[in-house]
């Protein structure tokens, strides 16, 4: 399991940087260069103060030996500097990383312990008014959009109500930390009962599929306990497909939040890579989408190792 943890990291790590120099590339050929910019904005400047500021900068230069340039500087904890905030890119990476992180930790482990709890009750009682409920929120989940459901919550918490602050730039930094908590209620449960869905679906299906067998029969039959043979039995055995699901949402949570975090205000990593691209940012959006990147890679990395402690028949070439 070592060993092959160890090739997978070897193997991401090389993926990153070919992934890097992918983006760099494409982010390089996007219209809107930063000194035209700059060029149109003031009529003072010249186009030769324009050629010798990429000059400077090293614009001028063919990708590759930037991008070379860009690594080595990567690899020192460089990771340039960003235009729209004027100042390091790191300084402005860690931010918006915690604001993410505020938004999507509680939102998963919400959305998990949920639809955990939802499933493992619904195939207790199969036909029940739990397994009911636990369908039909399943498929409210999958159907209601984002911003929809966002919105509706702001309407009904955050306006009529006034219960909830409806943006969290709306709590000031000296704030106590109960008003900054009460105002990621609001984006954690749209973002939770979006991921919720899905993973109850996922589960509930896996269980549903894995209670008939054999093995389950013959543990009852031995004298097991009906909640051992659930919780130890099937679901061991029915974790396997959901935890590659789990995997794939919560690296993706790292970019794929832009709705939440604009309706309410949120200035997480979605919403900075979003600004950074549309401003022409290069810098940053480079920074951004590579820690995504690695988040996604970070994330399967994770299910491979889970897939060995909940099935130990599973084994992994050298």
């Not at 996007?30 to 400077?56: H, N, Q, S, W, Y």
């Amino acid at each position: 399991m070592l060993r092959h943890l160890g090739s997978r990291l070897g193997g991401n790590a090389l993926l990153v940087l070919a992934l890097s120099f992918l983006m760099y590339g494409i982010l390089g050929l996007m219209p809107g260069d930063p000194l035209d910019a700059m060029l149109a904005a003031d009529p003072r400047l010249t186009a030769e103060d324009v050629a010798r500021l990429k000059a400077v900068y090293g614009l001028d230069k063919p990708l590759t030996e930037r991008y070379i340039h860009w690594l080595k500087s990567a690899f020192h904890g460089d990771l340039g500097y960003s235009r729209q905030f004027n100042k390091p890119v790191m300084d402005v990476l860690w931010p918006h990383l915690k604001a993410s992180l505020l938004l999507m930790l509680p939102s998963f482990i919400l959305a998990l312990a949920a639809s955990l709890a939802l499933a493992l009750c619904a195939v207790a009682r199969p036909g029940g008014p739990v397994d009911w409920i636990a369908r039909t929120l399943a498929v409210l989940s999958i159907a209601v959009p984002t911003f929809w459901l966002g919105l509706l919550l702001l309407l009904v918490f955050a306006v009529s109500l006034n219960w909830l602050p409806g943006s969290v730039l709306q709590v000031p930094p000296d704030a106590p930390w109960t008003d900054k908590i009460s105002a990621y209620v609001l984006p954690v449960a749209t973002l939770a009962f979006g991921m919720a869905g899905g993973y109850l679906r996922y589960l509930q299906g896996s269980l549903a599929a894995v209670l008939p067998m054999p093995f389950m029969r013959t543990a009852l039959a031995k004298g097991a306990p009906p909640r051992r043979v659930l919780f130890r039995h099937g679901l061991r055995n029915a974790a396997l497909p959901f935890v590659t699901v789990v995997a794939l949402s919560f690296g993706g949570l790292f970019s794929g939040a832009l709705i939440t975090e604009t309706l309410f205000g949120i200035t997480g990593l979605g919403r900075m890579i979003y600004d950074a691209i549309a401003g022409n940012d290069y810098n940053l959006a480079l920074a951004g989408l590579l820690l995504a990147t690695i988040c996604v890679l970070l994330s399967n990395l994770a299910a491979d190792a889970a897939y060995g402690w909940l099935d130990p028949r599973i084994r992994y070439a050298g």
